[in-house]
């Protein structure tokens, strides 16, 4: 699988947009990008995931470059509650691995 | 029902201790994973089943032994654990192994080695 690069942490505004970048240089043609995000301890919960295209769901909208190096997750309206570490993971399509990367800590600041 | 629930949710146990961790999902999944994370770390994979039969093992201790009785159920095995395993244990499923579709994880089980 396709190493993940993300900044440690990040600040945001309560209400205003979150846009939380991964690189991911590596990637390859078959190899998703998909992002999942970890509440204090938690379980992981998935967000969303993409292949080239951009995708929006009701969680967030997922932005991935032309060359596909790169991607940004964007939370339009972000709360509180979205204060939590996020985590970028490029998944081979007919394998079953899910590695994590380091992640990116996200406080939302009232 | 989309759920993955694990059981205990908190456990503690002594070095010469013998437990196992529950995971149990009526999804119909046929891949089913289990992660170990340590504080302040992201989840690190340690064993994948994949249609009942284990698939991926991470060169992870044999102290630590899997098993999937059935398409529902994944444990987890401990025996002879050390302080250092103390670690939040994280199971997920996904519907297969040649699907582009998300996993989804249980809250986890705390495990405490004394």
């Known amino acids: 699988d396709a190493k993940t690069t993300q900044p440690p942490s990040m600040d945001c505004a309560e209400g205003r947009a979150a846009n939380l970048p991964c690189n991911h240089s590596?990637?390859?043609?078959?190899?998703?990008v998909y992002w999942y995000r970890q509440i204090h301890s938690q379980g992981p919960q998935y967000i969303i995931h993409?292949?080239?295209n951009n995708e929006t769901n009701e969680m967030a909208s997922l932005i991935i470059t032309e060359d596909r190096k790169s991607s940004t997750l964007i939370l339009p309206h972000a709360t509180l509650r979205d204060t939590a570490v996020y985590y970028c993971?490029?998944?081979?399509?007919?394998?079953?691995?899910?590695?994590f990367g380091s992640g990116t800590k996200l406080n939302v600041k009232p | 029902d989309t759920e993955v629930t694990q059981t205990p949710k908190h456990l503690v146990m002594g070095m010469t201790n013998k437990k196992s961790l529950k995971c149990e999902q009526h999804m119909g999944h046929r891949a089913m994973y289990w992660y170990k994370q340590k504080a302040k770390k992201p989840p690190e994979l340690m064993f994948v089943y994949s249609y009942e039969k284990l698939s991926i093992n991470e060169s992870v201790p044999s102290r630590f032994s899997p098993e999937c009785p059935n398409s529902s159920l994944l444990n987890l095995h401990l025996h002879a654990l050390q302080p250092e395993d103390s670690a939040l244990y994280l199971c997920a499923s996904r519907p297969g192994p040649f699907m582009n579709t998300e996993a989804f994880f249980g809250q986890g089980t705390r495990l405490t080695v004394v």
């Open positions: 590596t990637i390859s043609g078959n190899e998703y």
């Open positions: 993971i490029v998944r081979v399509f007919n394998f079953n691995k899910f590695y």
């Open positions: 993409g292949l080239k």
